[in-house]
């Protein structure tokens, strides 16, 4: 008995779907993806980055948006669900019935067993495409850790690893630094 061949759907049904459906969704190479909540840690640490960055932020033209808001991106599908972006003179673009916004400068992940892999491959690669984005930032769940992505003036991009509570992440392309002990307050290490 033979298995049941994987189906692999359009990018016109993916479309449909985020069309009719109450969750987000994100195709990747013929897979949809249910952008289904994450934990509790995850939500926090994303919440922390917002609120954090909001506060800097304040009475500038650069603003952060939570992961309620879809970004564009050059690929297919055209764009994705990050869960902090910022953007500096935000504008935004219809793209099936949704606000995508078009000019992200910076862009968080959290960082999960199932997401992992992506965050650090596809969406790279995705997020990289994008011509306004500066930074791009992975937030671990496990330990206080993160990868910083920060492109260069000659268009290459370098990276990286900062860990530890007491130690500052400096986003340069929006003049903010977030102490790691704020993004995981309220997250208990094991």
């Not at 530890?164 to 309220?186: E, F, H, K, R, V």
């Amino acid at each position: 008995m033979s298995a049941n061949p994987k189906h692999y759907y359009t990018i016109d049904e993916y479309f449909a779907l985020e069309k009719v459906g109450d969750a987000r969704y994100e195709y990747w190479d013929g897979d949809i993806v249910c952008m289904s909540g994450g934990t509790e840690i995850h939500g926090r640490i994303g919440d922390n980055i917002c609120f954090r960055l909001r506060l800097q932020l304040t009475g500038r033209t650069c603003e952060a948006f939570s992961s309620a808001f879809s970004i564009k991106t050059p690929t297919l599908p055209p764009y994705r669900y990050p869960d902090v972006s910022v953007a500096c003179g935000s504008i935004f673009e219809k793209i099936l019935g949704m606000d995508t916004l078009t000019n992200p400068v910076v862009i968080f992940e959290v960082l999960s067993s199932s997401t992992e892999v992506a965050d650090r491959g596809q969406k790279l690669q995705a997020y990289r495409a994008i011509e306004t984005l500066q930074e791009y930032v992975l937030v671990s769940q496990i330990k206080p850790n993160i990868t910083h992505y920060v492109k260069q003036d000659n268009g290459e991009w370098n990276s990286f690893e900062i860990s530890g509570l007491a130690t500052i992440l400096t986003l340069n392309s929006i003049g903010c630094t977030l102490l790691l002990q704020d993004i995981y307050n309220g997250i208990v290490f094991s």
